[in-house]
């Protein structure tokens, strides 16, 4: 059964930094595309980083400038790297990727539980 399990959300004031991770467990073959969405209250989801195997990234322009994307293929592993960041930010993010899971024939969509950020001072 795969999993993604995300750490690293908390609280922090205004202008300060908070890391993401989110870990892929379970028997993969392969993972194509990464990525991060939050969630504000009242609001719809929304992209807020991806990055693709190769390692080709693209942001919401809403963050462009402040965050970073990372990935280590060894590891299955997505990164977020949050800095100068503002109350606008607060919600849940939350990980996803595209993967091909042992006994499947083709990609799916998996998605983790999802870890709060609050911006706050």
């Known amino acids: 059964q795969v999993q993604l399990v995300e750490s690293g959300g908390g609280l922090v004031q205004p202008g300060g930094s908070l890391s993401l991770s989110c870990a892929a467990s379970g028997i993969i073959f392969s993972i194509n595309a990464m990525g991060w969405y939050r969630q504000a209250p009242g609001k719809e989801r929304e992209l807020v980083a991806g990055?693709?195997?190769?390692?080709?990234?693209n942001y919401a322009d809403s963050v462009k400038g402040r965050f970073t994307i990372s990935r280590d293929n060894a590891k299955n592993t997505v990164y977020l790297q949050m800095n100068s960041l503002k109350p606008e930010d607060t919600a849940v993010y939350y990980c996803?990727?595209?993967?091909?899971?042992?006994?499947?024939?083709?990609?799916?969509?998996?998605w983790g539980q999802g870890t709060q950020v609050t911006v706050s001072s």
């Open positions: 996803n990727a595209d993967l091909l899971q042992h006994g499947s024939t083709s990609y799916r969509t998996y």
């Open positions: 990055i693709r195997s190769g390692g080709s990234t």
